[in-house]
């Protein structure tokens, strides 16, 4: 199992960074993947995973977590909003908050339970017209309009385009996150996540590194 190779290289890339060791959070990606690959992963004692979509995670993680209590899961995929009040219950974190409209279903969520996950506010760094995110001019404004509605921001998130160097992405988000008082970056994934450390990543999101490449049902 490849785990304890991505924690030996988060290790070595904090210390390159100059950063505490521990500063780093490895978000174990575990959508699509076969239970046993999960389970093994758990069994070696990480406790943190990432999932993208509610109903995988609905059909598996309350049981695990009945026996391993110590679980965090995050959710870090699109999340609709008819599906919210079902992902406060399932989510420790949801690092996809992407528009008004959830918001506002996040925080009235919030006031009813009492409680809420950490949120991160994911951003469109890339203005790419397909993806899901604020873009970057209006990251200001979203952020004080989620203090407004009294949310546990935690931070800021976001996909660097696919084949574009991360890097200035990464010192985007950081610089976003700075000059709104925010301090938790989702950032990097299996291909990156050591660049997305040299940037100030405090969350670094790793599925097939750890577990292997993921096998998708096929489609009717």
Same mark, same amino acid.
């Given at each position: 199992?490849?785990?304890?190779?991505?924690?030996?290289?988060?290790?070595?890339?904090?210390?390159?960074?100059?950063?505490?060791?521990?500063?780093?959070?490895?978000?174990?990606?575990?959508?699509?993947?076969?239970?046993?690959?999960?389970? @093994?992963?758990?069994?070696?004692?990480?406790?943190?995973?990432?999932?993208?979509?509610?109903?995988?995670?609905?059909?598996?993680?309350? @049981?695990?977590?009945?026996?391993?209590?110590?679980?965090?899961?995050?959710?870090?995929?699109?999340?609709?909003?008819?599906?919210?009040?079902?992902?406060?219950?399932?989510?420790?974190?949801?690092?996809?908050?992407?528009?008004?409209?959830?918001?506002?279903?996040?925080?009235?969520?919030?006031?009813?339970?009492?409680?809420?996950?950490?949120?991160?506010?994911?951003?469109?760094?890339?203005?790419?017209?397909?993806?899901?995110?604020?873009?970057?001019?209006?990251?200001?404004?979203?952020?004080?309009?989620?203090? $407004?509605?009294?949310?546990?921001?935690?931070?800021?998130?976001?996909?660097?385009?696919?084949?574009?160097?991360?890097?200035?992405?990464?010192?985007?988000?950081?610089?976003?996150?700075?000059?709104?008082?925010?301090? $938790?970056?989702?950032?990097?994934?299996?291909?990156?996540?050591?660049?997305?450390?040299?940037?100030? @990543?405090?969350?670094?999101?790793?599925?097939?590194?750890?577990? $292997?490449?993921?096998?998708?049902?096929?489609?009717?």
């Amino acid at each position: 199992m490849a785990l304890q190779e991505i924690v030996a290289r988060i290790g070595q890339a904090e210390a390159a960074a100059g950063r505490a060791p521990g500063a780093v959070h490895l978000i174990a990606v575990s959508k699509v993947q076969p239970a046993e690959r999960v389970l @093994a992963v758990l069994g070696e004692g990480h406790r943190l995973f990432g999932e993208n979509y509610v109903q995988e995670a609905a059909g598996k993680w309350p @049981a695990w977590r009945a026996a391993y209590p110590e679980v965090r899961v995050h959710m870090i995929g699109p999340l609709q909003t008819n599906k919210a009040k079902q992902a406060v219950e399932l989510f420790d974190a949801i690092h996809s908050v992407d528009r008004p409209s959830l918001a506002e279903k996040l925080a009235r969520l919030a006031q009813a339970r009492g409680t809420s996950p950490d949120l991160f506010v994911q951003v469109n760094t890339g203005r790419e017209p397909q993806k899901a995110g604020v873009l970057p001019e209006d990251v200001d404004a979203f952020v004080a309009t989620m203090r $407004g509605m009294d949310l546990p921001l935690a931070g800021l998130m976001c996909i660097p385009p696919e084949g574009a160097d991360p890097a200035p992405h990464f010192a985007a988000l950081a610089q976003m996150a700075a000059q709104n008082g925010l301090t $938790g970056l989702s950032m990097g994934m299996s291909s990156d996540f050591e660049t997305a450390i040299a940037q100030g @990543a405090t969350h670094v999101r790793v599925g097939s590194a750890i577990f $292997g490449a993921r096998s998708y049902p096929a489609k009717a």
